[in-house]
């Protein structure tokens, strides 16, 4: 049997918008992953804990209130801190260009916007994913 | 290897996550840790629980969970959701009830898809209760993904079956028919906030009734409101009240049997699949079967017997 990739999708911090964060778990779904779907209100040690125990390889983020450049970052030094860099990072939402490459330095590996075809992102998950 | 198996008994997260990994893939790495972590199974208490899609059953279990830590007990908790039958890919939402327990080192929660296994339940999931119970959690809770009318396996797995139901799905015919309503061994009629609560369970109880009629055990009914936090300490004296019967009465035993029964099956109906669908041998025998049943060169019952002989001869 080929081995699925697995994909945490969360929505970090106080934004209650998950249509954009449901709409690409069922795209990387009908690509043929595994995505698991935490729900709302999720904080960064919560996210780093399910990452985890699912033993994910990409952690899919969502955030459309402007707390990016703080939750994004805090996922990535926590999965970085407890041994888990190999994952692949990924985010979405509202993010103004000008943060992009400051997210790209901190881990985020690429970061969709709206409008983004969905395939863009499962192809890229497929490319980056090691099997 | 050695490394993993012995992490995985003290408990450490990332090593119980990736064996469940290796064994959701068949991985050679994971049949022989399982070969190292079978002596160390055995003292959780596994607990199934089933019932439509919707009634509940995630949000039941994220309460019973916060019960058990209460009292100390550390508790493994295996979500399964479908996996698409086109795709082969899945949304696996179960989590989402649960972020209460997201932060308590106590419990560890795992999703899985169901990988073409029909009965509610997936292949690996046999290995990933002995996993967590090796690892040391009290408790094993195996929720099956939202059922029908005959997905009924999770009794194979399950020292303790709970069946949850909700009002307002049918008659009392719904309750006299096979499968799914013969394999509780407690029935918890969930959303008693909703209307139509007291037929359901006077259904049920009726069903009960009649169903074990002369035996000196009857099985219980609880209505609850797992939302509302309403019924689940009852349900955790019922739940407990089981285990000290199962205990008893010698049942356990004969429950583990049936466990290990389906898991010998499982494994020899895997690598059995896995040796003549994948071997290239046999595989383009297969394919060039299926042509000539097509052409009807040949029947299906004759292929199979051709494909069969190869094999046990």
Redesign the interface.
């Known amino acids: 049997?080929?081995?699925?990739i697995?994909v945490l999708v969360a929505k970090p911090g106080l934004d209650g918008h998950d249509r954009g964060a449901k709409i690409v778990?069922?795209a990387?779904?009908?690509?043929?992953?595994?995505?698991?779907?935490?729900?709302l209100?999720?904080?960064a040690?919560?996210v780093v804990?399910?990452a985890?125990?699912?033993?994910v390889d990409v952690v899919g983020l969502s955030l459309l209130s402007g707390a990016h450049m703080t939750l994004f970052v805090d996922v990535a030094k926590l999965l970085k801190k407890?041994?888990m860099s190999d994952v692949l990072i990924v985010g979405g939402g509202i993010i103004p260009e000008e943060d992009v490459p400051k997210l790209k330095k901190e881990g985020i590996s690429a970061v969709f916007g709206p409008g983004t075809p969905c395939d863009e992102i499962s192809d890229y998950i497929k490319k980056k994913v090691k099997r | 290897m050695k490394d993993l198996v012995s992490k995985v008994l003290k408990g450490d997260p990332h090593s119980i996550a990736r064996l469940i990994t290796l064994a959701e893939n068949n991985d050679p790495v994971a049949t022989s840790a399982m070969k190292d972590i079978h002596p160390h199974t055995g003292s959780a208490h596994v607990i199934g629980i089933t019932g439509v899609m919707g009634s509940g059953k995630s949000t039941l279990i994220c309460e019973l969970t916060r019960l058990f830590r209460k009292q100390g007990k550390t508790v493994g908790i295996i979500a399964i959701d479908p996996t698409s039958p086109f795709s082969g890919g899945a949304l696996l939402g179960d989590r989402v009830r649960m972020t209460e327990l997201a932060m308590d080192d106590g419990v560890f929660i795992r999703s899985m898809g169901t990988h073409g296994m029909l009965g509610g339940l997936t292949s690996a999931v046999y290995d990933v209760v002995e996993i967590l119970d090796a690892s040391g959690k009290d408790v094993v809770i195996v929720e099956t993904v939202g059922v029908g009318q005959a997905e009924v396996d999770v009794i194979k797995i399950a020292d303790t079956t709970l069946v949850i139901v909700v009002p307002g799905l049918g008659d009392s015919i719904q309750t006299l028919k096979a499968g799914i309503m013969e394999i509780a061994d407690i029935y918890v009629v969930n959303k008693a906030d909703r209307p139509g609560v007291e037929q359901t369970v006077a259904e049920v109880e009726s069903l009960v009734d009649i169903s074990c009629s002369g035996k000196e055990k009857k099985i219980p009914v609880l209505s609850t409101v797992a939302k509302q936090n309403k019924g689940i300490d009852e349900l955790l004296k019922e739940i407990d009240k089981h285990k000290k019967h199962l205990e008893k009465t010698k049942e356990f035993e004969k429950q583990r049997r049936l466990r290990y029964e389906a898991e010998l099956v499982e494994i020899i109906r895997k690598r059995l699949m896995n040796f003549i669908f994948d071997e290239s041998t046999f595989k383009d025998k297969i394919e060039s079967l299926i042509n000539q049943i097509s052409k009807k060169q040949v029947d299906p019952y004759t292929a199979a017997e051709e494909i069969l002989g190869k094999i046990l001869k």
Not at chain 1, 28 to 39: H, K, P
Not at chain 1, 52 to 55: K, M, S
């Open positions: 049997m080929e081995r699925k697995r778990a069922r990387l779904r009908d690509a043929g992953m595994e995505v698991i779907y935490t729900g209100h999720q904080t040690e919560m804990e399910a985890i125990q699912e033993d407890k041994g």
